[in-house]
């Protein structure tokens, strides 16, 4: 998938990152965005269990031709 929005990187992940256990407690963590991940972000929420949700997840959603993102 092409787009023009700028891409969600690893230092943004890694900002949540280290906030959304310690800090808030959460018990789930995800991002979503209306464009895609580097590849390090990827990485990034695959090793520590952050669920990402880019534009083609969410819009497959939508149109419910995908699974719902937290399948």
Known sequence: ????RPKV??????R????CYSVHRAQVAAVVTTSVFT???AS???Q???RLVDSEALAGWATR???APWM
């Open 1 to 4: 998938m092409r787009t023009t």
């Open 9 to 14: 990187g690893s230092p943004d992940l890694q």
């Open 16 to 19: 949540f990152g280290g906030t």
């Open 39 to 41: 590849k390090p972000a």
């Open 44 to 46: 990034y929420g695959a």
């Open 48 to 50: 520590h269990g952050i």
């Open 65 to 67: 031709t995908g699974p």
